[in-house]
T-cell receptor
Protein backbone atom coordinates (compact mmCIF):
# COMPACT_ATOMS: atom_id res chain seq x y z
CA UNK A 1 0.00 0.00 0.00
CA UNK A 2 0.96 3.64 -0.07
CA UNK A 3 3.39 4.63 2.63
CA UNK A 4 5.62 7.39 3.80
CA UNK A 5 8.97 6.23 5.04
CA UNK A 6 12.22 7.59 6.33
CA UNK A 7 15.64 6.49 5.21
CA UNK A 8 17.33 6.59 8.61
CA UNK A 9 15.77 5.74 11.96
CA UNK A 10 18.46 7.59 13.95
CA UNK A 11 20.73 10.52 13.32
CA UNK A 12 23.42 11.93 15.58
CA UNK A 13 25.01 15.30 14.88
CA UNK A 14 27.42 17.57 16.67
CA UNK A 15 26.03 20.72 18.16
CA UNK A 16 26.43 23.54 15.67
CA UNK A 17 26.48 21.29 12.62
CA UNK A 18 23.69 21.13 10.08
CA UNK A 19 21.24 18.22 10.15
CA UNK A 20 19.50 16.65 7.20
CA UNK A 21 16.56 14.32 7.75
CA UNK A 22 15.19 12.49 4.75
CA UNK A 23 11.79 11.09 3.86
CA UNK A 24 10.58 9.04 0.92
CA UNK A 25 6.94 9.00 -0.02
CA UNK A 26 5.24 6.66 -2.41
CA UNK A 27 1.95 8.37 -3.24
CA UNK A 28 2.71 10.60 -6.19
CA UNK A 29 -0.71 12.21 -5.84
CA UNK A 30 0.08 13.70 -2.42
CA UNK A 31 0.04 17.46 -2.64
CA UNK A 32 0.96 18.67 0.81
CA UNK A 33 3.74 17.72 3.17
CA UNK A 34 4.50 18.64 6.74
CA UNK A 35 7.41 18.09 9.08
CA UNK A 36 6.67 17.60 12.75
CA UNK A 37 8.95 17.48 15.77
CA UNK A 38 7.98 15.31 18.71
CA UNK A 39 9.73 15.43 22.04
CA UNK A 40 9.38 12.56 24.45
CA UNK A 41 5.94 12.37 26.02
CA UNK A 42 4.57 15.27 24.02
CA UNK A 43 2.43 15.76 20.96
CA UNK A 44 3.88 16.55 17.54
CA UNK A 45 4.87 20.15 16.97
CA UNK A 46 4.48 21.71 13.54
CA UNK A 47 7.82 22.76 12.06
CA UNK A 48 7.29 23.59 8.44
CA UNK A 49 5.12 22.60 5.50
CA UNK A 50 5.38 22.65 1.76
CA UNK A 51 2.88 22.36 -1.04
CA UNK A 52 3.49 20.29 -4.12
CA UNK A 53 3.74 23.34 -6.35
CA UNK A 54 6.94 24.30 -4.54
CA UNK A 55 10.34 22.63 -4.29
CA UNK A 56 11.83 24.58 -1.43
CA UNK A 57 10.61 26.49 1.55
CA UNK A 58 12.59 28.14 4.31
CA UNK A 59 11.75 28.90 7.89
CA UNK A 60 13.74 29.92 10.89
CA UNK A 61 16.84 27.65 10.81
CA UNK A 62 14.87 25.05 8.84
CA UNK A 63 14.49 24.37 5.16
CA UNK A 64 12.28 21.78 3.51
CA UNK A 65 13.11 20.48 0.07
CA UNK A 66 10.67 18.58 -2.09
CA UNK A 67 11.72 16.52 -5.08
CA UNK A 68 8.60 15.24 -6.75
CA UNK A 69 10.54 13.44 -9.47
CA UNK A 70 11.97 10.94 -7.00
CA UNK A 71 9.28 11.45 -4.36
CA UNK A 72 11.70 12.65 -1.75
CA UNK A 73 11.36 15.15 1.05
CA UNK A 74 14.07 16.48 3.33
CA UNK A 75 14.32 18.69 6.37
CA UNK A 76 17.47 20.67 6.90
CA UNK A 77 18.20 22.16 10.30
CA UNK A 78 20.95 24.75 10.41
CA UNK A 79 23.28 25.09 13.39
CA UNK A 80 21.68 22.22 15.27
CA UNK A 81 21.14 22.88 18.95
CA UNK A 82 20.59 20.51 21.91
CA UNK A 83 16.93 21.56 21.95
CA UNK A 84 16.55 20.10 18.48
CA UNK A 85 16.95 16.58 19.86
CA UNK A 86 13.63 14.85 19.20
CA UNK A 87 11.89 12.51 16.81
CA UNK A 88 11.05 14.07 13.48
CA UNK A 89 8.15 12.87 11.37
CA UNK A 90 7.24 13.73 7.85
CA UNK A 91 3.57 13.54 6.92
CA UNK A 92 1.77 13.67 3.62
CA UNK A 93 -1.70 14.69 2.72
CA UNK A 94 -3.83 14.10 -0.30
CA UNK A 95 -6.51 16.39 -1.61
CA UNK A 96 -9.88 14.72 -1.42
CA UNK A 97 -8.86 12.42 1.40
CA UNK A 98 -10.67 14.43 4.07
CA UNK A 99 -7.25 15.93 4.52
CA UNK A 100 -5.98 13.06 6.60
CA UNK A 101 -2.29 12.87 7.29
CA UNK A 102 -0.17 9.79 6.72
CA UNK A 103 2.90 9.80 8.93
CA UNK A 104 6.30 8.34 8.25
CA UNK A 105 8.07 6.13 10.75
CA UNK A 106 10.16 8.91 12.29
CA UNK A 107 13.82 9.75 12.75
CA UNK A 108 15.38 10.18 16.18
CA UNK A 109 17.74 13.15 16.07
CA UNK A 110 20.35 13.31 18.81
CA UNK A 111 22.51 16.39 19.18
CA UNK A 112 25.89 15.67 20.69
CA UNK A 113 27.67 18.27 22.83
CA UNK B 1 -2.65 30.89 18.25
CA UNK B 2 -3.65 27.40 17.15
CA UNK B 3 -3.44 25.79 20.57
CA UNK B 4 -4.94 22.38 21.17
CA UNK B 5 -5.24 20.97 24.67
CA UNK B 6 -5.96 17.49 25.96
CA UNK B 7 -7.21 16.33 29.31
CA UNK B 8 -6.11 14.37 31.19
CA UNK B 9 -2.43 14.21 30.32
CA UNK B 10 -2.08 10.89 32.12
CA UNK B 11 -4.63 8.38 33.32
CA UNK B 12 -4.33 5.01 34.98
CA UNK B 13 -7.40 2.84 35.17
CA UNK B 14 -8.42 -0.69 36.00
CA UNK B 15 -9.25 -3.19 33.33
CA UNK B 16 -12.93 -3.09 32.41
CA UNK B 17 -13.49 0.56 33.18
CA UNK B 18 -14.09 3.36 30.67
CA UNK B 19 -11.92 6.41 30.21
CA UNK B 20 -12.82 9.69 28.55
CA UNK B 21 -10.21 11.91 26.94
CA UNK B 22 -11.02 15.47 25.97
CA UNK B 23 -9.53 17.44 23.10
CA UNK B 24 -10.11 21.18 22.94
CA UNK B 25 -9.16 23.83 20.45
CA UNK B 26 -8.48 26.86 22.64
CA UNK B 27 -8.32 29.76 20.25
CA UNK B 28 -10.09 28.61 17.14
CA UNK B 29 -13.08 26.61 16.05
CA UNK B 30 -12.34 23.21 14.58
CA UNK B 31 -14.94 21.54 12.42
CA UNK B 32 -12.64 18.57 12.05
CA UNK B 33 -10.54 16.88 14.68
CA UNK B 34 -8.49 13.73 14.41
CA UNK B 35 -7.61 11.05 16.93
CA UNK B 36 -4.32 9.17 16.76
CA UNK B 37 -2.75 6.38 18.69
CA UNK B 38 0.99 6.01 19.17
CA UNK B 39 2.92 3.08 20.57
CA UNK B 40 6.42 3.55 22.03
CA UNK B 41 9.00 4.43 19.39
CA UNK B 42 6.40 4.15 16.68
CA UNK B 43 4.65 6.55 14.41
CA UNK B 44 1.20 8.04 14.78
CA UNK B 45 -1.66 5.90 13.56
CA UNK B 46 -4.88 7.61 12.64
CA UNK B 47 -7.84 6.11 14.48
CA UNK B 48 -10.71 8.29 13.38
CA UNK B 49 -11.78 11.61 11.95
CA UNK B 50 -14.22 13.54 14.09
CA UNK B 51 -16.57 16.00 12.45
CA UNK B 52 -18.62 18.45 14.45
CA UNK B 53 -22.27 17.52 14.48
CA UNK B 54 -21.89 14.22 12.68
CA UNK B 55 -20.63 10.71 13.25
CA UNK B 56 -16.95 10.04 13.31
CA UNK B 57 -15.25 8.21 10.48
CA UNK B 58 -13.16 5.33 11.76
CA UNK B 59 -10.10 3.85 10.10
CA UNK B 60 -10.09 0.22 9.13
CA UNK B 61 -9.48 -2.02 12.10
CA UNK B 62 -10.57 0.51 14.72
CA UNK B 63 -13.59 -0.64 16.72
CA UNK B 64 -16.11 2.18 16.82
CA UNK B 65 -17.97 0.62 19.75
CA UNK B 66 -14.80 0.49 21.76
CA UNK B 67 -13.48 3.93 20.90
CA UNK B 68 -16.45 6.25 21.12
CA UNK B 69 -15.94 9.68 19.64
CA UNK B 70 -18.18 12.66 20.21
CA UNK B 71 -17.64 16.05 18.60
CA UNK B 72 -20.43 18.01 20.19
CA UNK B 73 -19.08 21.50 19.64
CA UNK B 74 -16.64 23.35 17.43
CA UNK B 75 -14.05 23.36 20.20
CA UNK B 76 -14.42 19.97 21.85
CA UNK B 77 -14.06 16.36 20.78
CA UNK B 78 -13.99 13.46 23.22
CA UNK B 79 -12.64 9.93 22.89
CA UNK B 80 -14.00 7.34 25.29
CA UNK B 81 -12.17 4.07 25.59
CA UNK B 82 -14.84 1.64 26.76
CA UNK B 83 -14.16 -1.48 28.77
CA UNK B 84 -10.45 -0.77 28.66
CA UNK B 85 -7.94 -3.61 28.61
CA UNK B 86 -4.17 -3.58 29.07
CA UNK B 87 -3.66 -3.73 25.30
CA UNK B 88 -5.42 -0.37 25.05
CA UNK B 89 -2.55 1.21 26.96
CA UNK B 90 -1.02 3.74 24.62
CA UNK B 91 -0.39 7.40 23.92
CA UNK B 92 -3.51 9.01 22.45
CA UNK B 93 -3.11 12.25 20.55
CA UNK B 94 -5.71 14.51 19.02
CA UNK B 95 -5.31 17.16 16.40
CA UNK B 96 -7.50 19.90 15.03
CA UNK B 97 -7.67 21.25 11.56
CA UNK B 98 -7.73 24.99 11.21
CA UNK B 99 -10.65 25.97 9.00
CA UNK B 100 -8.81 28.64 7.07
CA UNK B 101 -10.53 27.81 3.87
CA UNK B 102 -7.31 26.43 2.54
CA UNK B 103 -7.54 23.16 0.68
CA UNK B 104 -4.42 22.07 2.52
CA UNK B 105 -4.28 20.26 5.80
CA UNK B 106 -2.96 22.48 8.54
CA UNK B 107 -3.36 20.36 11.66
CA UNK B 108 -2.16 21.25 15.10
CA UNK B 109 -1.71 18.62 17.74
CA UNK B 110 -2.56 18.32 21.37
CA UNK B 111 0.03 17.28 23.97
CA UNK B 112 -1.26 13.73 24.14
CA UNK B 113 -2.78 11.53 26.84
CA UNK B 114 -0.89 8.57 28.29
CA UNK B 115 -3.35 5.80 29.11
CA UNK B 116 -2.25 2.90 31.27
CA UNK B 117 -4.70 0.09 31.88
CA UNK B 118 -3.85 -2.19 34.77
Amino acid sequence: GESVGLHLPTLSVQEGDNSIINCAYSNSASDYFIWYKQESGKGPQFIIDIRSNMDKRQGQRVTVLLNKTVKHLSLQIAATQPGDSAVYFCAESLQGSARQLTFGSGTQLTVLP
Amino acid sequence: GAVVSQHPSRVICKSGTSVKIECRSLDFQATTMFWYRQFPKKSLMLMATSNEGSKATYEQGVEKDKFLINHASLTLSTLTVTSAHPEDSSFYICSARIPTGSPYNEQFFGPGTRLTVL
